[in-house]
């Protein structure tokens, strides 16, 4: 006959997990939830430098000149007439929107000047040059 003791065993200690990945998806939604995104447009640019170079507040219509003479906006390449028509729908939505155009400095000045007249077609009341401050 055998008469021994049960013996105890030992528990492991640890940290339990659970809680701590709750916090961390907590924390998680709370940054997505409050943070802002900017919208640009998706292209290369080297933007010339101004002094008076300002900030804007508003939610704006990105339109990007790249150095080959090629126009963008919403990260897709567009030709002047497909611009017009996305300007119009963009003006008829929001009639106080503002285009700012983003041009490479080395883009062919002759294109900026086609660029602003389509937005001034397209009923834009406000057009700015987007210029990296000094």
Same mark, same amino acid.
């Given at each position: %006959?055998?008469?021994? +003791?049960?013996?105890?065993?030992?528990?492991? %200690?640890?940290?339990?997990?659970?809680?701590?990945?709750?916090?961390?998806?907590? =924390? =998680?939604?709370?940054?997505?939830?409050?943070?802002?995104?900017?919208?640009?447009?998706?292209?290369?640019?080297?933007?010339?430098? @101004?002094?008076?170079?300002?900030? +804007?507040?508003?939610?704006?219509?990105?339109?990007?000149?790249?150095?080959?003479?090629?126009?963008?906006?919403? !990260?897709?390449? &567009?030709?002047?007439?497909? =611009? !017009? #028509?996305? +300007?119009?729908? @963009?003006?008829?939505?929001?009639? #106080?929107?503002?285009?700012?155009?983003?041009? #490479?400095? #080395? @883009? /062919?000045?002759?294109? +900026?000047?086609? &660029?602003?007249? &389509?937005?001034? =077609?397209?009923?834009?009341?406000? /057009?700015? &040059?987007?210029? !990296?401050?000094?």
């Amino acid at each position: %006959m055998n008469f021994e +003791l049960p013996r105890h065993r030992m528990q492991k %200690m640890g940290i339990d997990m659970g809680p701590l990945m709750d916090m961390v998806f907590i =924390l =998680l939604i709370f940054f997505v939830v409050t943070s802002t995104f900017t919208r640009e447009t998706g292209v290369d640019v080297t933007k010339p430098r @101004a002094q008076t170079a300002s900030a +804007l507040q508003k939610e704006n219509i990105m339109i990007a000149i790249t150095r080959n003479g090629t126009v963008h906006i919403n !990260e897709r390449e &567009v030709d002047l007439a497909s =611009l !017009e #028509d996305v +300007l119009k729908d @963009a003006a008829m939505k929001n009639p #106080d929107r503002e285009a700012v155009i983003i041009a #490479d400095k #080395d @883009a /062919v000045t002759g294109i +900026l000047v086609k &660029v602003i007249d &389509v937005c001034t =077609l397209a009923n834009i009341k406000k /057009v700015s &040059v987007a210029a !990296e401050a000094n």
